[in-house]
């Protein structure tokens, strides 16, 4: 029931003047969409720069890989060639296999690790591993091949070091810095320390009352990460394993310096192109490109997805 | 108080299977330092310097050192200036761009310096008249005179600024939402201030351990980026590391042990950041650093 | 001509307009409050009045011009934020100087003001203190002082005490009233606690849904509530739906009672009426079997049984089971409270004076 006070409107001044200002047409103000404009407008400078550097470069791969490099009509071709040439699916098998294997086992041990770093109790030595492991997972490219060289190469340091106190020549038994293995060897490098970094958050959501309540009802250690921390921490671990394979699958400088090409991966294989390689003309190029762009989109979006799941999960903004 | 008192419990410390794989895997992170600083040192019967020595002497060194810096000073100030006042804005006044600042700044995951590379080489290298139109004309502008930017440092430098972009982006749009952006500008506003007063008095002060970190990163990502520069041809201090490293495996280690003490130094200051600012704001996501190279 | 006035201003978020239509007339000088509760469109008026939102429709005036289209920036108003907004890079001087140093006065003018300020609202001391080194109540007072700072036309208040302790809540805000006092300032005040609003205002606008229900002095509205919702915002009130038998005579037929009320001049015989009676217009007394049940003479009485007895310091209330469903609120003075019990049975008096009476429309929904 809406009532009305028996004294009259709001206020005796207001009554009078109101009568008279709801004689004049009220126009409407400023729309909406033009302060909106404004808006979008301020974010020019910076979508021209991602336009010019970024996003036309990736439409130009996508467009080029429908070309044909010789004649400039559309086709289907370059895909044909990258699906079935041998040399081109064995890039694509190796990026895989090389980027999944180092990823797991970065992120195996990298986890376990992550887990040994949660549980220390001296605050000093825990930021100091922290801070260890951020360097370590800058520290690729390049230098990193040449210390591997320097550590596990043929006359490397641990080489040498191994032959005189156990008498083992490790080339000898098998293995070799230069092959693939070598390479996840290498890489798992960057790759464990970066899911030091990305689990620790991760392990820090576990609430301490969760491990309390589920003890309190009678589950076991071993109960409690079965049925409750490792479900919670799936999603972060699956993002993190994503990462990882994400930041390996498009790494090439490593790869580079350490065999200079005579490892077929598709990056090595791109860089021939770039360079001016006859071997591989610039619409298969594309096409290989354009394979890359939809692998690692793949795992980049199943991280977004994932870490949002987490986030919901751990209650955190 | 009773005669007999309680026999002290006997304390359970469980070493830790948990702090096993630690151990190995600092093992495993060690060794390779430490393998690289004695092969670069080890000389006949003590440490030497030679090495050390005739690097520094090599004007090849100075030189794309200088480069190397240049590349990185320029990154880092151009990512800075472009992305902090339109992180602010966005924050402020268009917050529906959010996920089109997410996509953007996460890009360069899917998109990594190999392919930009392929990318901007036939961008600003071949006719192509679809992305003449979508750029409304600047790719043709920018491919010939004056500018004629394909294969130099200026390209590089671009290139340098979106691969950086998700280091940038993520640490100073948490130091926007940790510090209560939106109320503090209209508190400002309020005062008389207008948007680019309040933006640098304001707004910047408080936010300056989250860019100074933005920046570091950038730094030491451009100090030893290699693919991009490779493959433009242009003479960074990565790639002499590398044609040394391909002939003389000890000068090579030398170097590589340099360049660690450059990210270690970098990361460092981070982290030294970041604990100083404790006391107003705290940035997890600061110490994630990833390697893309 | 008002010095701050809204005319017709209307903002709508969607389809919803959290302020609808209000015209508004704030004197120079005067300490107006709005009160509602959350998502009444307070707030967002307050924020259209600073320039922070723009109205869909109508025009916002201060002292003859049109400002609506001016940004924040440019009006001359000080605000002073719900969560104190204190620039943490600054100490409390810095901060207050802010808004001197955007205009460009002089440095050593800016230093005297300051410690003006600083002292006007008790902080002398804490001068290079930084806020994070201040209590809430202490950077709320802070607040005031950069806000006043620049000698603002009008300042505009939004919850402030809202994040503070009960007892600063009530220290500070008379702190507030006497400053604005003493500077003669407009202040426009955003608040739901309408013990503050009636403590502090010399006029407060109830509103709610977006629309201004009553603008009046403290007093008028407590006693004098012009809608149901007022009655129940405004202090706690005992309500009666009913229809009045005779408006010369001030007779009200109400469920099974009839009440007297005070003679009407406005309303007519038969109309649907809603009577708002105050608790602390109810007195209580022991029922005696021999006591008549109502209307004994011109008071109004009600029989009923405690149901709840609920000591609050200096007056204890009483929930009293009167009929069906109705239970009616009585604060009774606790030194005269004392011996009544839960469960006891009680006769409630009350004057035809202390009924307010309110036109119910039938035709609208309820």
């Not at chain 2, 100030?77 to 006042?85: G, K, Y």
Request: overall charge neutral.
């Amino acid at each position: 029931m809406k009532l009305q006070g028996a004294k009259g409107p709001a206020s005796k001044v207001d009554v009078v003047r109101g009568a008279e200002l709801e004689a004049r047409p009220r126009r409407l103000r400023g729309t909406p969409w033009v302060y909106h404009l404004k808006g979008w407008l301020g974010l020019v400078p910076f979508l021209l720069f991602c336009l010019l550097f970024e996003l036309l470069p990736a439409v130009i791969i996508i467009q080029g890989s429908f070309t044909d490099s010789i004649t400039g009509a559309i086709t289907l071709n370059n895909y044909q060639r990258m699906l079935s040439q041998a040399q081109n699916l064995h890039a694509f098998q190796t990026s895989i296999y090389l980027s999944l294997s180092s990823a797991l086992v970065g992120a195996v041990f990298g986890f376990l690790a992550a887990y040994g770093v949660y549980r220390l109790r001296t605050g000093w030595l825990r930021n100091f591993l922290v801070g260890f492991s951020s360097i370590t997972a800058n520290f690729a490219g390049v230098p990193l091949a040449f210390a591997f060289i320097a550590t596990l190469g043929a006359n490397g340091f641990m080489t040498v070091a191994i032959h005189n106190w156990f008498h083992v020549n490790l080339y000898d038994i098998g293995f070799n810095l230069y092959t693939l293995g070598g390479l996840v060897l290498v890489y798992t490098y960057f790759q464990l320390p970066l899911m030091i970094l990305v689990m620790i958050p991760a392990l820090n959501g576990l609430r301490p009352e969760w491990r309390e309540a589920a003890t309190n009802l009678g589950a076991s250690g071993f109960t409690y990460w079965r049925r409750v921390a490792l479900p919670i921490l799936m999603p972060s671990l699956i993002a993190a394993t994503m990462l990882l394979f994400a930041n390996s699958f498009g790494a090439y400088a490593t790869a580079y310096a350490l065999a200079q090409g005579a490892i077929n991966i598709v990056p090595i294989l791109i860089s021939f192109v770039v360079a001016g390689n006859i071997q591989i003309d610039t619409g298969l190029g594309n096409a290989l490109a354009v394979g890359m762009i939809v692998v690692l989109l793949a795992a980049v979006s199943l991280h977004t997805v994932l870490v949002r799941r987490a986030s919901v999960w751990g209650g955190r903004p | 108080m009773s005669a007999a008192q309680a026999k002290p419990r006997p304390v359970r410390r469980s070493f830790g299977f948990n702090k096993i794989f630690l151990i190995l895997a600092i093992i495993y992170l060690l060794v390779p330092l430490v393998a690289t600083l004695f092969f670069g040192l080890a000389g006949s019967g003590g440490i030497d310097f030679s090495t050390f020595q005739q690097i520094i002497g090599d004007p090849n060194f100075r030189q794309t050192l200088i480069l190397s810096l240049e590349l990185a000073f320029s990154t880092t100030i151009l990512a800075i200036v472009l992305v902090t006042p339109t992180a602010y804005w966005v924050h402020l006044r268009v917050p529906k761009a959010r996920p089109l600042m997410d996509f953007l700044t996460l890009m360069p995951f899917a998109v990594p310096a190999i392919i930009m590379s392929l990318g901007l080489v036939e961008l600003y290298g071949t006719n192509d008249t679809l992305t003449s139109v979508l750029s409304f004309g600047l790719v043709p502008v920018l491919s010939y005179d004056p500018f004629n930017i394909i294969d130099t440092p200026q390209l590089l430098v671009c290139a340098y600024v979106i691969l950086s972009l998700p280091f940038v982006y993520r640490p100073i749009d948490n130091s926007l939402r940790a510090i209560n952006t939106t109320t503090l500008t209209e508190a400002a506003y309020s005062l008389g201030s207008g948007w680019w007063r309040t933006f640098l008095t304001v707004v910047l002060p408080n936010i300056w351990p989250g860019i100074i970190s933005a920046a570091l990163l950038t730094f030491s990502t451009v100090m030893g980026e290699f693919t991009l520069a490779s493959l433009f041809g242009i003479f960074t201090f990565p790639i002499y590391l590398d044609e040394i490293g391909q002939e003389n495996a000890r000068e090579a280690a030398s170097l590589a042990i340099l360049s660690f003490i450059f990210t270690l130094i970098c990361v460092l200051a981070i982290i030294f950041l970041v604990r100083r600012s404790a006391g107003r704001i705290r940035d997890d996501s600061e110490l994630e650093i990833v390697a893309t190279k | 001509m008002a010095f701050l006035e809204l005319e017709g201003v209307t903002k709508q978020f969607g389809r919803v307009a959290a302020v609808d239509n209000i015209y508004l007339a704030v004197e120079k000088g005067e300490f107006l409050t709005i009160l509602g509760p959350s998502g009444c469109g307070k707030t967002t008026m307050l924020r259209m009045i600073a320039g922070f939102e723009t109205p869909n429709q109508g025009e916002i005036l201060l002292d003859g011009e049109d400002i609506t289209d001016r940004p924040a920036s440019k009006r001359p108003m000080g605000m002073v934020f719900q969560s104190y907004a204190l620039f943490p890079h600054l100490s409390a001087e810095e901060n207050i100087a802010f808004g001197m140093r955007t205009r460009h006065i002089p440095r050593d003018l800016i230093k005297r003001r300051c410690a003006e300020l600083l002292d006007l609202v008790g902080l002398a001391e804490m001068a290079r203190r930084y806020p994070h080194q201040l209590s809430g109540g202490q950077q709320q007072r802070v607040a005031l002082a950069r806000a006043l700072a620049v000698e603002p036309k009008v300042l505009l208040l939004d919850e402030p005490l809202s994040a503070l302790d009960a007892k600063v809540r009530v220290s500070l805000r008379n702190e507030i009233r006497r400053i604005q006092q003493q500077l003669k300032m407009t202040a426009i005040y955003v608040t739901h606690d309408q013990e503050e609003a009636l403590a502090i205002s010399d006029r407060i606008a109830v509103m709610n849904g977006g629309k201004i229900q009553q603008l009046d002095e403290p007093e008028e509205i407590y006693s004098h509530p012009r809608t149901a919702f007022a009655a129940t915002f405004v202090g706690a009130s005992n309500q009666f739906k009913g229809i009045l038998e005779s408006a010369a005579e001030g007779r009200c037929r109400t469920g099974d009672y009839t009440l007297r009320i005070a003679p009407q001049t406005t309303l007519q015989d038969g109309e649907a009426v809603l009577i708002v009676v105050r608790p602390e217009e109810l007195t209580i007394q022991r029922a005696n079997a021999s006591a008549a049940p109502q209307a004994n003479g011109t008071i109004n009485s009600i029989r009923g049984v405690i149901d709840l007895r609920t000591f609050l310091g200096p007056f204890t209330r009483f929930h009293v089971h009167v009929a069906d469903a109705i239970i009616l609120t009585a604060d009774v003075p606790s030194q005269q409270a004392r011996g009544y019990e839960s469960g006891q049975e009680v006769v409630l008096s009350f004057p035809p004076e202390a009924c307010q009476i309110l036109q119910a429309m039938p035709d609208q929904p309820s």
